[in-house]
C-alpha cells in the first residue's frame, strides 16, 4: 500500500490512520509492538510521526495486512531486512516511483 500524504516533517495520528484507513487505536498499538516507530510527542502528548516512521508503518502495514504476517513474523522479518540491502519492497516502491515520474514525463510531451 502505497500511502499518500501531504510532505510535512510531521504528521498527527489522525491524519495517518486516515491514510491507512485503519483506526487510531492500531496505530497506537503499533507504536507499542514495534519498536523501529518513535513518534514524537508534543508537550500535549499528542504524537507526531516523521516521514521515516510513516515509512516504518507502511512495512509493518504490508506485513501485516496485505502478507498475512503475525506480529511476531513481522518483528523478525523487518528484523532480518535491516541487514539486507535492499528488500522487494522498497525494490518495488522505488519503481512505481520511477513509473509515476515516467508517467508525468510522457504526459508533458
Not at 14 to 38: C, Y
Not at 49 to 67: A, G, S
Amino acid at each position: 500500500m502505497a500511502v499518500e500524504l501531504p510532505k510535512k516533517l510531521y504528521y498527527g495520528i489522525g491524519e495517518v490512520a486516515e491514510a491507512f484507513e485503519v483506526n487510531t487505536s492500531l496505530i497506537r498499538f503499533w507504536e507499542k509492538e514495534f519498536d523501529i516507530l518513535k513518534p514524537k510527542k508534543n508537550a500535549k502528548g499528542n504524537r507526531k510521526f516523521t516521514p521515516e516512521d510513516i515509512e516504518n508503518l507502511e512495512k509493518i502495514y504490508h506485513l501485516v495486512k496485505e502478507r498475512g504476517f503475525t506480529l511476531e513474523g513481522a518483528k523478525i522479518q523487518l528484523k532480518a531486512e535491516k541487514s539486507k540491502p535492499l528488500n522487494n519492497y522498497e525494490m518495488i516502491k522505488r519503481l512505481n516511483h520511477i513509473k509515476e515520474q515516467l508517467i508525468q514525463i510522457k504526459n508533458q510531451l
